[in-house]
């Protein structure tokens, strides 16, 4: 299976702030990558897929880049209501994987 | 609109089945895999299994494979998962997901449900 290493596992910042999460595959997954949202009680969301596109309706706020091994997702100002946990999911082998989850609160 | 909403879970004792259900609208469910992805109490999320649009093929997380059955009826527009010999480490919440691009299930997970609540326990 291929491994999906995510830091930091939880992130506090100020409203405004820049915020990176990495994510790190174990193997080449080309941009097979995609982040997801996730509120408390709530149901995932598909934020960036392909490792760099922006999901329709989702604010521009939220970027991704990367290939192969190594990922970024960037929220560029941090909003209140980007408390959430967030993680990374490969899809180019199965089993589709996802990262251990970054939750993100505000300082 | 994208509508997927999940049914069938509960408490059932460990060795026991469940099958959950996820009826979607709002789309041409023949033309979109679907997955089963779980939640466990506090953890993160795993993928369980996926099925092609047809039916035809299915996927199965190492740990489930043999016990779970993903399964479709297109003219109903439900996904389903058959859950035998549960055990308690399948306590979670399960949601359905759908495929985000058309015929593959090799792509990200453009919606989901709501998710049902199984727990295992005696």
């Known amino acids: 299976d291929i491994q999906m290493t995510q830091s930091p596992s939880s992130l506090s910042a100020p409203v405004g702030d820049r915020v990176t999460i990495t994510c790190q595959a174990s193997?080449?997954?080309?941009?097979?990558l995609n982040w997801y949202q996730q509120k408390p009680g709530k149901a995932p969301k598909l934020l960036i897929y392909?490792?760099?596109n922006l999901e329709t309706g989702v604010p521009s706020r939220f970027s991704g880049s990367g290939s192969g091994t190594d990922f970024t997702f960037t929220i560029s100002s941090l909003q209140p209501e980007d408390i959430a946990t967030y993680y990374c999911?490969?899809?180019?082998?199965?089993?589709?994987?996802f990262g251990q989850g970054t939750k993100l609160e505000i300082k | 609109e994208v509508q997927l909403l999940e049914s069938g879970g509960g408490l059932v004792q460990p060795g026991g089945s469940l099958r959950l259900s996820c009826a979607a609208s709002?789309?041409?469910?023949?033309?979109?895999?679907m997955s089963w992805v779980r939640q466990a109490p506090g953890k993160g999320l795993k993928w369980v299994s996926a099925?092609?649009?047809?039916?035809?093929?299915?996927y199965y997380a190492d740990s489930v494979k043999g016990r779970f059955t993903i399964s479709r009826d297109n003219s109903k527009n439900t996904l389903y998962l058959q859950m035998n010999s549960l055990r308690a480490e399948d306590t979670a919440v399960y949601y359905c997901?759908?495929?985000?691009?058309?015929?593959?299930?090799?792509?990200?997970?453009?919606?989901w449900g709501q998710g049902t609540l199984v727990t295992v326990s005696s």
């Open positions: 997901a759908k495929g985000g691009t058309v015929v593959t299930i090799y792509s990200s997970l453009d919606y």
């Open positions: 709002g789309f041409t469910f023949s033309s979109y895999a």
């Open positions: 099925i092609s649009g047809s039916g035809g093929s299915t």
């Open positions: 193997q080449d997954i080309s941009n097979h």
């Open positions: 392909d490792a760099s």
């Open positions: 999911q490969q899809y180019d082998n199965l089993p589709q994987t």
